[in-house]
């Protein structure tokens, strides 16, 4: 009778050994909280100054380009100590168009300077030009001449304006934490690291710009 009781005894105090292991090394969660720093980018303002283009119209007067040719030739009149300078203009373009002359001539008399008077040429047709000029001849140079249109033209022009932009800087700040651990009580007891549960990604939400909330 006596054995018997001994060994439910051995019996009741191991098995309370082996739930107490066992409570022991079940694990539980404590919230534990600390500081920490965590770093941010903000969106910093700041003005500069941009460059732009602008269109800008202006009036440009351009020659209306008929083809036109001009044929010279000289007549001697030694004997007078002068010569004829005769040409031909002639239109060889499409379209009637008014046309003049400016001539240089060199001579041994010295240089002079003429224009013909301005005359409507239609397509094909021919004005001729007879000049007396005294001396002999040295050269002569000369510009066909028409009227010019108005003709309206753009070009860029640089301008400068003050904008707003945006530079990300990198912040800190200090902030609590609150983790839960996770650990039996035997090893908390042994003094064991701290066994933190995962954390969900933390979502810092994003400083959104003027032109942002504009859009």
Request: negative net charge.
């Given at each position: 009778?006596?054995?018997?009781?001994?060994?439910?005894?051995?019996?009741?105090?191991?098995?309370?050994?082996?739930?107490?292991?066992?409570?022991?090394?079940?694990?539980?969660?404590?919230?534990?909280?600390?500081?920490?720093?965590?770093?941010?980018?903000?969106?910093?303002?700041?003005?500069?100054?941009?460059?732009?283009?602008?269109?800008?119209a202006y009036i440009d007067n351009v020659p209306l380009n008929i083809n036109a040719t001009l044929k010279w030739f000289i007549s001697d009149r030694r004997v007078y100590?002068?010569?004829?300078?005769?040409?031909?203009?002639?239109?060889?373009?499409?379209?009637?168009?008014?046309?003049?002359?400016?001539?240089?001539?060199?001579?041994?008399?010295?240089?002079?300077?003429?224009?013909?008077?301005?005359?409507?040429?239609?397509?094909?047709?021919?004005?001729?030009?007879?000049?007396?000029?005294?001396?002999?001849?040295?050269?002569?140079?000369?510009?066909?001449?028409?009227?010019?249109?108005?003709?309206?033209?753009?070009?860029?022009?640089?301008?400068?304006?003050?904008?707003?932009?945006?530079?990300?800087?990198?912040?800190?700040?200090?902030?609590?934490?609150?983790?839960?651990?996770?650990?039996?009580?035997?090893?908390?007891?042994?003094?064991?690291?701290?066994?933190?549960?995962p954390e969900p990604p933390l979502q810092i939400p994003v400083e959104s710009t003027d032109e942002e909330m504009q859009n």
């Amino acid at each position: 009778m006596n054995q018997k009781k001994i060994i439910d005894h051995w019996v009741i105090i191991c098995s309370f050994f082996i739930l107490m292991l066992i409570a022991v090394n079940i694990p539980f969660i404590t919230p534990e909280s600390h500081a920490e720093k965590e770093f941010y980018t903000e969106q910093v303002p700041y003005t500069t100054t941009e460059t732009y283009f602008e269109k800008e119209a202006y009036i440009d007067n351009v020659p209306l380009n008929i083809n036109a040719t001009l044929k010279w030739f000289i007549s001697d009149r030694r004997v007078y100590d002068q010569f004829d300078l005769i040409a031909t203009l002639k239109n060889i373009g499409n379209v009637t168009g008014e046309f003049w002359v400016k001539f240089h001539v060199e001579s041994t008399k010295g240089s002079f300077d003429f224009t013909t008077n301005r005359t409507e040429l239609k397509p094909g047709e021919s004005y001729q030009i007879n000049q007396r000029i005294d001396g002999a001849l040295s050269y002569v140079t000369y510009r066909i001449n028409q009227p010019t249109q108005e003709i309206k033209k753009y070009r860029d022009i640089t301008k400068e304006r003050t904008v707003t932009a945006y530079s990300p800087v990198e912040k800190s700040r200090d902030v609590i934490r609150v983790k839960k651990n996770k650990l039996p009580l035997l090893q908390r007891i042994l003094n064991y690291p701290p066994n933190y549960e995962p954390e969900p990604p933390l979502q810092i939400p994003v400083e959104s710009t003027d032109e942002e909330m504009q859009n």
